[in-house]
């Protein structure tokens, strides 16, 4: 759009099947259809902020009645760059997903892995050169997914090139 603001729209059609033997519970003809949109916007070169708003809906065609599932999600997002050092970044989601029908079970391609509800998701990770052989890296994710307990899981690691 300008010099700093940039956009992404995108429209997708995926058909994803698996025909296993008949009894199988791996079967599966899905179809979906998204929407994706992605707003960016950096000020200088070192920051960049950008906010993503994805629509989605899904059938799966294989059981005699179809299940469906509608998915929406929004994510916002902070990147703050060191120059030739490494980066900071930040992010923070929102899915909800609804399934059409009370079916107990549903293959795990239906909903991209994602459990029915809402669902936050938050992320920080940190990048950073120490020297020209010394990288050290910090990653953090928490999550509360449809309305279970939050989970928080950190990982710190450096790594020496020799």
């Known amino acids: 759009m300008t010099k700093d603001l940039t956009t ?11 025909e296993a033997p008949m009894n199988s519970v791996r079967n599966r003809n899905i179809d979906s259809e998204g929407l994706i949109t992605d707003f960016s916007y950096r000020p200088v070169q070192e920051i960049e902020s ?5 629509f989605i809906r899904a059938t799966d065609y294989y059981p005699f009645v179809p299940s469906q599932a ?11 760059s060191f120059t030739f050092q490494g980066r900071v970044r930040l992010e923070a989601e929102r899915d909800e997903v609804r399934l059409g029908s009370s079916t107990a079970s549903y293959p795990y391609e239906l909903t991209n892995g994602r ?3 809402k669902s936050y998701l938050w ?10 052989n010394l ?26 090139f020799f």
């Open 50 to 54: 950008g906010f993503q708003v994805n």
């Open 8 to 18: 992404l729209f995108e429209y997708q059609n995926k058909t994803d099947r698996n």
């Open 70 to 80: 509608d998915i929406n999600q929004q994510i916002l997002r902070f990147t703050y």
């Open 123 to 132: 992320r920080a990770f940190f990048d950073y050169s120490i020297s020209k």
């Open 135 to 160: 990288q050290a890296t910090l990653n953090y994710d928490g999550r509360a997914e449809g309305g279970r307990k939050v989970i928080n899981t950190g990982r710190a690691e450096i790594k020496a």
């Open 115 to 117: 459990v029915p509800g």
